[in-house]
T-cell receptor
Framework: DVKVTQSSRYLVKRTGEKVFLECVQD?????MFWYRQDPGLGLRLIYF???????EKGDIPEGYSVSREKKERFSLILESASTNQTSMYLC?????????FGEGSRLTVL | AQSVTQPDIHITVSEGASLELRCNYS??????LFWYVQSPGQGLQLLLK??????LVQGIKGFEAEFKRSQSSFNLRKPSVHWSDAAEYFC???????????FGTGTQLKVEL
């Protein structure tokens, strides 16, 4: 089975802190994604990557950046966390458009 | 740009009753369509997908969905719901030339015993 692992299930950070959310997949997938999930808004794409060191903005990239130095690892970075970034963050990798999700990282920014 | 509408935010059904969750998409060409399920505290799991061919697709856990081009719909169905089906369900669409999925806002399913 494909496994997508997000390093932190729950995080609490303070406004202005730099936050790293890590995601690792074990199936050698080319594509990886970061989504944000909020009640009533569904999943919104923040960034995705189709190869090492390649990235593309999704629908809501403002306030976020990403890093993909190795094929299996895709990191989401909040340079200066704000309270409106309190949310559930979901990482996924894909094979022929089928997404495989991690269990999510719930971030609270105080 | 493609979009997905799930008109029902919450649905409650009794265990053993049939279920239909609605999904409408907006896209000019033939879309690739998906249904995902999210159990509480979990990530999303693929239930089924439609790429081409037979418009009635079977998925896991006894779910099926029917693609109706004339109605721009891809509704999810199950003939008899189990209490363990309580979860949030997301419809998603992808374009042929891209590798991104656009998700609907989800339908929360509650199952009454």
């Amino acid at each position: 089975d494909v496994k997508v692992t997000q390093s932190s299930r729950y995080l609490v950070k303070r406004t202005g802190e730099k936050v790293f959310l890590e995601c690792v997949q074990d199936m050698d997938h080319e594509n990886m994604f970061w989504y944000r999930q909020d009640p009533g808004l569904g999943l919104r794409l923040i960034y995705f990557s189709y190869d090492v060191k390649m990235k593309e903005k999704g629908d809501i990239p403002e306030g976020y950046s990403v890093s993909r130095e190795k094929k299996e690892r895709f990191s989401l970075i909040l340079e200066s966390a704000s309270t409106n970034q309190t949310s559930m963050y979901l990482c996924a990798s894909s094979f022929f458009l089928e997404l495989f999700f991690g269990e999510g990282s719930r971030l609270t920014v105080l | 740009a493609q979009s997905v509408t799930q008109p029902d935010i919450h649905i409650t059904v009794s265990e053993g009753a049939s279920l239909e969750l609605r999904c409408n998409y907006s896209y000019g060409a033939t879309p690739y369509l998906f249904w995902y399920v999210q159990s509480p505290g979990q990530g999303l799991q693929l239930l089924l997908k439609y790429f081409s061919g037979d418009t009635l697709v079977q998925g896991i856990k006894g779910f099926e969905a029917e693609f109706k081009r004339s109605q721009s719909s891809f509704n999810l169905r199950k003939p008899s719901v189990h209490w363990s089906d309580a979860a949030e369900y997301f419809c998603a669409v992808a374009t042929g030339g891209g590798n991104k999925l656009t998700f609907g806002t989800g339908t929360q399913l509650k199952v009454e015993l």
